[in-house]
């Protein structure tokens, strides 16, 4: 046992994607026979994640989470940038040029409306719950955008630690709605072509929620979805600390 401990605590990464599959496995499972097909099997499976994040930041009282636990170490490297990136990247691949050229001005205009409609929701719910100065009203409005723009814009802005966790939470919880509300919803809003699914990336933005409810829509559907939320996160990180903090700033 103590020989396949120290083998294990030295392949991380093997591990990550050994845990990462068996997850994804009983989400799948919990899916079809207990849920019926009513939550899609990416929706449980990122809830086991948070759910696996929290229990690993509770035994080891680290800060990563899971990854703080030495035999899940990989998880930091499998969950971290690089791998996004590449994620994010490869599914790109996937899209037909002539299909996004016909969706550009439209996918502009719904990048527009998204962050500003969402940027919105998050300010007033930052406002309700006593934030009233500049600093933190536009990094939680920021998170409400996705949990990459929070953090960048809180960074950028000098947000407390505590703000900067409040915007994180807020774009997880947006990731994990849209992720489980997409498939129960797509017949009824239209998304059911790569059209649409370039619209429905750029209003909601979250690229883990996006491409979660469009692999349990139609996996066809991904690329297109992820490649205007992908520009969603860009476009936050450019706007939330610059034009909006300015804004938010000057009426507070």
Not at 32 to 55: D, E, S
Not at 152 to 179: H, P
């Amino acid at each position: 046992m103590e020989i396949l401990l120290k083998f294990l605590e030295k392949n991380g990464l093997v591990v990550a994607f050994l845990v990462v599959g068996l997850m994804i496995l009983v989400a799948d499972t919990v899916s079809k026979r207990l849920l019926n097909k009513k939550v899609p099997t990416p929706a449980v499976a990122i809830v086991f994640g948070l759910l696996l994040a929290y229990v690993g930041g509770t035994i080891s009282g680290g800060e990563k989470g899971i990854a703080d636990v030495k035999l899940f170490s990989g998880m930091g490297q499998l969950g971290g940038s690089m791998f996004r990136d590449f994620a994010i990247v490869s599914t790109a691949f996937g899209a037909s040029i002539l299909l996004m050229r016909k969706s550009g001005i439209v996918g502009a205009i719904s990048l527009i409306i998204g962050i500003i409609v969402a940027f919105s929701v998050g300010l007033s719910v930052a406002w309700v719950m006593g934030y009233h100065d500049a600093v933190s009203l536009t990094t939680i409005g920021a998170g409400a955008c996705t949990y990459i723009v929070g953090p960048v814009t809180g960074a950028a802005i000098g947000a407390s630690s505590e703000v900067i966790a409040l915007s994180i939470a807020t774009g997880v919880v947006k990731a994990t709605v849209v992720a489980i509300a997409t498939p129960l919803l797509a017949k009824r809003i239209g998304l059911d072509n790569p059209h649409t699914a370039m619209v429905f990336g750029g209003i909601m933005g979250t690229n883990a929620g996006v491409m979660a409810g469009l692999a349990a829509t139609d996996p066809k559907l991904v690329p297109y979805g992820a490649l205007t939320a992908t520009f969603y996160t860009g476009l936050g990180c450019l706007l939330c600390p610059s034009v909006f903090y300015l804004i938010i700033r000057t009426i507070v």
